[in-house]
């Protein structure tokens, strides 16, 4: 990058933010990393992968690479694999596909680099899930096979973002973990994937007697789009504990969002047969 590009990035980057990232404190710099959404996206980038790169501190790496992640999804990386250009559909024109492709290669040698700590690596594997491509997918599948459970729970989390149908089974087979925080990690991810197939295990996990579980289940079903889950989250609208039926109601506000549908087509005279529930 030449002098001149690096000044006008720079520029772009409020002075108190800046001043802020600068700060001799790292609890500080790791949450002034916040205030770089609001930022030209080309300028943020530049920032994170820099702060990512070059800070002393694990915790600003870290916060760095999670931003980095953010931003990407946010700009529609999802639907964008930077090794082919295939259905470049980034949603933000701020951002030219050379710095995504930049930030996704960055990402990916976060990865590997042996130099790294454990949690950057996750970190790093989390924050490039969103890209729709082959290379992507195997670093999930590498970081699920390691014996770490904090890795297992990453990849979980990294496959619910991806969201390929090849994590099917893998996330249907840990939604039943005997471990209760990864089985609560797989619900919630299993959600992210959004996949109406298991639409079917997460109602069943909405009868668990375990509060967090059924709470986590209803909140992941509502995002299924699933067809059989109307009448479950309706039904816990009203829960007697008013903490689960505020969870239902936001599940079911979901379910209505991602089936197109609206609550007055659900009251209306229509039979259910009627209702285009595709």
């Given amino acids: 990058m030449s002098q001149v ?18 700060d001799a404190d790292a609890q500080v ?3 002034a990393i916040e205030g770089l959404s609001e930022c030209s ?3 943020a980038i530049a920032r994170l992968i820099e702060l990512a790169q070059d800070d002393p501190e694990p915790i ?9 992640g953010e931003l990407l999804y946010s700009c529609g990386a999802w639907a964008y694999d930077p090794e082919t250009d295939h259905d470049a559909l980034l949603q ?3 951002l030219p596909p ?3 492709k930049r930030a996704f290669q960055f990402l990916l040698d976060v990865y590997h680099d042996p130099g790294r700590t454990a949690s ?8 490039v899930s969103c890209f729709s491509n082959a290379q992507v997918e195997e670093t999930i599948a590498d970081l699920y096979r390691q014996s770490a459970k904090e890795s297992r729970i990453s990849a979980l989390v990294a496959m619910g973002r991806n969201g390929s149908s090849r994590w099917l089974e893998t996330m249907r087979r840990n939604l039943y973990h005997e471990d209760h925080e990864v089985q609560i990690l797989a619900v919630l991810s299993a959600g992210e994937l959004g996949r109406e197939e298991l639409g079917q295990d997460l109602l069943h996990l909405t009868y668990a007697e375990d509060r967090e579980l059924m709470m986590a289940a209803l909140c992941s079903l509502g995002q299924t789009a699933w067809e059989g889950a109307f009448d479950r989250l309706d039904e816990c609208t009203l829960h ?11 599940a079911l506000d979901e379910w209505l969002l991602f089936t197109g549908l609206e609550a007055t087509d659900l009251d209306s005279d229509l039979p259910a047969d009627d209702l285009d529930l595709e």
């Fill in 98 to 100: 050379e710095d995504v």
């Fill in 120 to 127: 950057e690596q996750r970190t790093a594997v989390e924050a």
């Fill in 240 to 250: 007697d504990d008013p903490e689960v039926a505020e969870v239902a109601d936001d």
């Fill in 29 to 31: 710099r790791a949450e």
């Fill in 5 to 22: 590009a690096e000044i006008q990035l720079q520029a772009d980057i409020p002075e108190t933010i800046a001043a802020a990232l600068a």
């Fill in 92 to 94: 933000c024109e701020e």
């Fill in 41 to 43: 996206p080309k300028a």
């Fill in 60 to 68: 600003v790496r870290c916060a760095a690479l999670i931003g980095l």
